[in-house]
């Protein structure tokens, strides 16, 4: 595995709960539906949209780039079957992974009283990669037959 960036973020579960109290559509601006089955499968509890949230903020540091013009929906905390969060990109978020070779995005995600914390840890996709040079190489083989002919 290559790395291509690490990004680390820490929430205050207060400053969470704070405003889903003042925004009752803060859950719905930040998740998607799948996301928000799993938030509701755990009664909405703060910590646990807390996490999402600081989930999202360190993907965004691994792939150094900050929400720029990316939409929080398009950076997706899933669950698997045991319950491990990973990461699916979309729209925008998936346009820049894929230009700038970003592979798997690794989560993870703890909570204590008052805080959560999440670590994202992003891959280089050397599939991704090849799969340019590949194209460069066809490119450039094709230009080559063109001055042969
Ligand atoms: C990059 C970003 C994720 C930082 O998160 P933050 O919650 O504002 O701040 P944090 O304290 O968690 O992190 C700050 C650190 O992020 C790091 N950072 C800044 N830009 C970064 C980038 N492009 N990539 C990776 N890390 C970055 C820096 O080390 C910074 O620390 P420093 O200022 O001491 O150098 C943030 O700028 C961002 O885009 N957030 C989305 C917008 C947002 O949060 N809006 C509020 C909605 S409630």
């Known amino acids: 595995m290559i790395i ?3 990004g680390t973020d820490i929430v205050e579960i207060d400053r969470i709960k704070r405003a ?5 559509k803060f859950v719905d601006r930040l998740f998607t539906i799948e996301e928000l089955a799993y938030l509701e499968s755990k009664a909405l509890k703060p910590q ?12 965004l540091k691994s792939m150094g780039t900050g929400l720029r013009n990316f ?3 398009e950076i997706e905390i899933i669950r698997d079957e045991k319950g491990k969060p990973f990461v699916r990109l979309n729209g ?4 820049y992974a894929d230009d700038n070779y ?3 995005i690794h989560i993870s995600i ?5 805080y959560v914390t999440a670590t994202a840890v992003a891959e280089i996709s050397i599939e991704k990669r090849w799969m340019d040079i590949e194209s460069m190489l066809i490119g ?10």
């Open 4 to 6: 291509y960036g690490i």
């Open 20 to 24: 889903m109290e003042r925004f009752p």
């Open 48 to 59: 646990h949209v807390a996490g999402g949230f600081s989930a999202k903020e360190a993907v």
């Open 71 to 73: 939409k929080w929906k």
């Open 92 to 95: 925008k978020a998936k346009d």
């Open 102 to 104: 970003i592979g798997d």
């Open 110 to 114: 703890s909570h204590s009283k008052n």
């Open 140 to 149: 450039g083989n094709a230009e080559g037959r063109h001055c042969i002919n």
